[in-house]
């Protein structure tokens, strides 16, 4: 018999999310993802001078504000067709690689490994067989020892002692689907509290160079508002960026050395649900992380990949690429906003109009992203794909690495098709967090190279940004770490006409199209397995997989705190 299980809101996420699926025979047989806020930073730029549109859309989410600044800094750039110094590129880079570093940690540990690891196992390891473990597979980690093991045991053994398990409480102990042995749990929760320290290391990068986060201080059109100066201790100098070369030299071992060993343990030990997860094979990606002031050349591939034998591939090569520009649409036929139609950015409106969650009809915030008319999966899953069909270096190195520790492991051969999966997602976020970690230091050194050339400035003062009298639009695009964001702008008389941000929760949480076609999250969740309706851990799972950031998606303010829907949370 058919059961509908709702689970709201989807917790460790930012924002609120919820979602609903039809469990027959226990697995899933239907689902529907809805946003449950909606977000108006679109109508509070509006008449709003262009240049401070990036101020106003970091705002968009307390995590994610470097990408959104970026992003907008570049719509507007590209509505003037600026050349951008390579210092500022340079540097904002640095934000862009170190944002990633913090924010892929923090999703793997602190967001979702508790859907795979049982923490409460762990206190039944023996410390010296977790040591061994931990030893085969990352053999040069200093805290892979049997003394750091018996600590980190002691200490959850006090968390349970005192009937307080912090950020450890409310799991799924227990659960059926929680399969690991004690000592793989052991060494997972050992490494949760280690990862809290790298991820703030990672973040200190991203303040030395945005000056604080969250909610950097230095973009601005046109550069950075950040004074290159040797020898002036108030401006970047060779102290920070010495500081910043140690903190990600740091970062890269944890990573390299820790994250993407545990992923590849998850995967092995859960190789079952390699096959579980696939949803949409349509891959969207952008290139970043650029090399030359114009966004013609970068250090990250980009492009579009359409089925899931990953043959029908076409590159996105420029900041202008018309193939990118000409083929986004959003469709509200499943949104609750005024009307029913299917539009690009630029001709959009943001008009709010909810009736009520209607499976048939309309029942999210969010709307439906599609690429040539077709639904597409974002985030590093989609970028390690791209970068690997087009051979594209430093991914085929990281992925390969990646794909034969996994197999070795696991025991069977594992190909890169297995990464269109729940597990995959997870190896395909560790794989680019490597491949973003090597590319920091890189970036860095080429920041100082450039800089020892003579070369200071940071901001095109001999031709800062004008606004022409009349209309332009552009587009601003970033591979943020959940995937492709891009803000389009539409400038009248030097006042923002239009503006519109579709961002990759949205790709992904969107509802279904018009047409019918599920989101990537809902088409991912069918024929999942549900091994207990009343702890739905496999949903869970699947979802988190991609990283959910639903406050990218939808903003909403209750200026009268009148009741706006009720909540369950399982």
């Not at 509070?44 to 600044?69: E, S, Y």
């Not at 990250?300 to 900041?319: A, H, M, N, R, V």
């Not at 999210?364 to 077709?374: H, L």
């Not at 009349?470 to 803000?487: N, T, Y």
């Amino acid at each position: 018999m058919s059961e509908r299980i709702t689970v709201d809101p989807i917790t460790r996420i930012e924002g609120h999310l919820r979602v609903d699926v039809e469990v027959d025979g226990g697995a899933v047989k239907d689902a529907w993802s809805s946003a449950q806020m909606w977000r108006g930073i679109e109508v509070i730029l509006k008449g709003r001078d262009p240049r401070d549109a990036w101020l106003f859309a970091q705002r968009i989410c307390g995590v994610c504000t470097t990408v959104h600044g970026l992003a907008s800094v570049r719509s507007v750039e590209n509505a003037l067709q600026m050349e951008i110094p390579l210092n500022a590129q340079y540097i904002r880079n640095m934000i862009i690689a170190a944002h990633c570093l913090h924010d892929h940690l923090v999703h793997f540990y602190h967001l979702s490994a508790l859907d795979w690891v049982d923490v409460v196992s762990a206190l039944d390891a023996d410390p010296g067989k977790t040591a061994q473990l931990a030893q085969s597979l990352a053999p040069d980690w200093p805290g892979n020892s049997k003394t750091r093991f018996a600590a980190v045991q002691k200490k959850l053994q006090a968390f349970v002692a005192s009937g307080q398990l912090g950020p450890f409480a409310n799991g799924y102990w227990g659960h059926p689907a929680m399969t690991l042995p004690p000592e793989a749990n052991l060494m997972a929760v050992s490494h949760y509290l280690e990862a809290l320290d790298y991820q703030r290391k990672a973040n200190k990068v991203v303040a030395i160079f945005g000056a604080k986060t969250p909610h950097v201080q230095t973009l601005v059109v046109g550069g950075v508002a950040l004074a290159v100066n040797m020898d002036n201790l108030a401006t970047l100098n060779m102290n920070k960026i010495y500081q910043a070369k140690q903190l990600l030299q740091e970062v890269r071992e944890f990573v390299q050395k820790v994250y993407l060993p545990d992923v590849i343990a998850i995967g092995a030990l859960y190789k079952d649900w390699l096959g579980y997860g696939k949803g949409v094979t349509n891959y969207l990606a952008v290139p970043d992380m650029p090399l030359d002031g114009v966004g013609e050349s970068f250090d990250l591939p980009g492009g579009t990949i359409f089925g899931e034998d990953l043959q029908d591939q076409k590159p996105i090569t420029s900041f202008n690429d018309p193939y990118f520009r000409e083929n986004v649409t959003e469709s509200i036929a499943r949104a609750w906003y005024d009307g029913d139609w299917n539009k690009h950015p630029w001709k959009e409106e943001t008009v709010p109009n909810y009736t009520d969650f209607v499976p048939d009809g309309k029942y999210s915030w969010s709307k439906a992203p599609r690429f040539n008319g077709k639904p597409m999966q974002v985030g590093p899953l989609a970028q390690v794909l791209v970068g690997y069909v087009q051979g594209h270096e430093l991914t085929k190195k990281w992925a390969d690495h990646a794909l034969s520790a996994l197999s070795q492991v696991a025991g069977v051969q594992v190909g890169v098709g297995a990464l269109q999966s729940t597990p995959g997602r997870h190896l395909a976020r560790a794989i680019r967090a490597c491949m973003m970690a090597d590319l920091s230091l890189k970036h860095l050194d080429l920041l100082v190279r450039n800089i020892g050339s003579g070369d200071t400035e940071i901001y095109p003062y001999k031709n800062p940004p004008k606004f022409p009298k009349g209309e332009i639009m552009g587009v601003g695009f970033h591979e943020a770490p959940r995937g492709v964001l891009s803000h389009w702008i539409v400038i009248e008389d030097g006042k923002i006409k239009n503006y519109q941000a579709v961002v990759p929760s949205t790709w992904l949480a969107g509802p279904r199209d018009e047409n019918g076609a599920r989101g990537p999250y809902e088409a991912s969740l069918i024929d999942n397995p549900v091994a207990d309706p009343e702890r739905p851990l496999e949903v869970l799972r699947t979802v988190h997989s991609f990283d959910p950031c639903i406050a990218c998606a939808v903003h909403l303010l209750d200026k009268d705190r009148v009741e706006l829907s009720k909540v369950k949370v399982l």
